[in-house]
């Protein structure tokens, strides 16, 4: 979004900068959110009775939150535009709170809950947080509300550095009190939801304007024309679409996976997970800057899927050749390979997505871009549901692999120069 071209209110606000601490609140209350996101992430499966049986039940778990948050996320983006961003952060944080709540009421073991009925009342925590966790993009209109052009990469850095650092501690935090007692993590997550409220509502300063969201080009239809006549702009979507989905399948069975081969429960899974999250957080935090400067995009953007696929491999690797040992080493490598493709193609897609695209319709195509994505962690965890039992349960992990591949072939295809350079880093 840095690159944007000024609003034309931008070149009349009357300060440049911020509100005072609002960056730096926004940060803590965005970082909060994503603990309590993180925490609940790799335990997903053990909330499933019977989740080796029935695989589909856990992948629908993920499934079932972004196909809300898919519908949930323009709208409250759309409201937020209306009453303003901070009366709709924190009710999408109270809503993430009940969701929360729920979802450790119907993991105790005081209410005896029949398996199916836990399993609806989980399903029911799920599509509550889904339709009202639009944090993430109503805290970046807010940004957007604060900044100008000139400054709102930096604004957007401490967004991505909050979510990055939050998903990289909540999900060791779940591992350990998963272990304890399955409820305890949702109560706590539902606490850092309920502080992220509280901090919104007594400490962030309402947004000084209200500048129309991505949301707004959802009940405009017309407005995508422009962007399905450009070719290379619609092929990259495409691929990011795909890449996402390809991702959400590890995501979603890893848990099961790990279960099924080492006998991990909550702890160790957990673990695993915040092992990821600290690789995605070192390449994307430290990394990724510098590699593009010496680079440039296409070249990353067209690795970034064969790392991921060799991750997946490794994953396949672990499958037929189970137990600790060599097997276990592979594991370990295969997530950080796996991790760091991810973590240098999606930031280099996007920028491309950026370059191929009319500037004055960056919000737009971002609003579409961020859809795309959201459909891809429904249809991600679908297919990896399945094909979960095929292949000593890495059926998953072989599509993964399958459409990375495909993904990097296309863009190796597709790669040209980038509009108004001269020059493109090879």
């Not at 707004?216 to 702009?233: M, T």
């Not at 997505?353 to 195509?365: A, E, L, P, T």
Request: charge should be positive; proline fraction near 6%; glycine fraction near 12%.
């Amino acid at each position: 979004m840095s690159q944007s071209p000024p609003l034309e209110n931008e070149s009349k606000d009357v300060s440049p900068e911020p509100p005072p601490g609002a960056l730096g609140i926004i940060f803590l209350i965005v970082f909060i959110d994503l603990m309590g996101f993180g925490i609940i992430i790799p335990l997903l499966p053990f909330y499933v009775h019977d989740f080796q049986k029935h695989p589909f039940k856990v992948t629908m778990l993920f499934s079932i939150f972004s196909i809300c948050q898919f519908i949930g996320s323009p709208i409250l983006g759309a409201i937020s535009d209306r009453v303003g961003r901070k009366p709709v952060l924190a009710f999408s944080q109270l809503g993430s709170a009940a969701g929360y709540v729920l979802l450790g009421v119907a993991t105790m073991p005081q209410f005896h809950f029949s398996g199916a009925t836990a399993l609806v009342l989980i399903y029911a925590s799920r599509i509550i947080d889904g339709f009202t966790g639009g944090n993430i993009s109503t805290a970046q209109a807010y940004i957007s509300d604060v900044t100008t052009a000139k400054n709102r990469a930096r604004g957007m850095g401490l967004l991505g550095a909050a979510f990055g650092i939050g998903f990289a501690l909540g999900p060791g935090l779940g591992g350990i009190l998963g272990a304890v007692h399955l409820s305890l993590p949702g109560f706590v997550a539902a606490a850092f939801s309920l502080a992220a409220a509280i901090l919104t509502l007594r400490k962030l300063p309402e947004s000084r304007t209200h500048k129309p969201t991505d949301a707004e080009a959802w009940l405009h239809p017309s407005k995508f024309v422009p962007i399905f006549q450009n070719r290379v702009l619609v092929e990259l979507l495409a691929i990011s679409f795909c890449l996402m989905a390809a991702f959400v399948m590890m995501e979603s069975t890893i848990g099961l996976y790990l279960n099924q081969l080492f006998g991990w429960k909550e702890l160790k899974v957990g673990l695993y997970f915040a092992y990821i999250g600290v690789v995605i957080a070192i390449v994307q935090g430290g990394l990724i800057g510098r590699l593009t400067r010496k680079l440039g995009e296409w070249p990353l953007a067209i690795t970034g899927p064969v790392f991921v696929a060799v991750g997946m491999l490794g994953y396949i690797f672990t499958g037929y050749h189970g137990g600790y040992g060599i097997a276990f080493l592979v594991l370990i490598l295969a997530g950080a390979i796996n991790a760091t493709g991810r973590s240098i193609q999606t930031p280099t897609v996007s920028s491309l997505i950026s370059k191929f695209s009319d500037r004055q319709q960056q919000g737009v195509i971002f609003g579409l871009y961020s859809g795309l994505s959201s459909l891809a962690r429904v249809a991600g965890p679908m297919i990896a549901g399945a094909v979960y039992p095929y292949l000593h349960n890495t059926g998953p992990f072989l599509a993964a692999a399958i459409i990375a591949v495909a993904m990097a072939a296309w863009l190796m295809v597709l790669r040209q120069p980038v509009p108004n350079e001269a020059t493109v880093a090879v």
